[in-house]
């Protein structure tokens, strides 16, 4: 399996700016890093560097991530923290095991490839971003600030 990605090479320590990667966890999730103002009287918007569908391979006809595809791609950044969406699954909900399986793969990379970490809940980041629960409309509207590149 391909992965498409744009990515730039170590772009090392830029005064100011802070290389923040982002996580969606899960099977069907995705990355992305980008660089952000530190100062926040400076409203510049971010710019991406790269994202990524979540890399997946098989192991007895299951959907696992490719922790080394991925550690590979975000190899190519100078990440200073990884951002990931704080989830659980539902006792009794099909597919809980792959999905706590897939997201402990992708935080374990980030926490390899980043000094820090942080968890944000569904309901922190939505709010900030002034959105509902419908996850179609956040899909919107990143897809209307960032493209359909990723």
Known sequence: MSCQCYAVSRIGKVKNKM???GIDPGVGGGLAVIVTQVDIFKLEPP???GGIRTPL?????KKIVD????FKWLS???ID???I???SGRPGQAGVFQFGRATGSVEAVAMIVSPRMSWVTPSVWKSYFGLSKDKQQSIDTA???FGNSY
């Open 76 to 78: 190519n950044f100078e």
């Open 47 to 49: 710019e991406i560097l």
């Open 57 to 61: 391979t098989s192991h007895r006809g």
């Open 81 to 83: 923290v990884a951002v």
């Open 85 to 87: 969406e704080q989830v």
């Open 67 to 70: 922790s080394s595809k991925l």
């Open 19 to 21: 290389i923040v990667l």
């Open 143 to 145: 897809r209307h600030r």
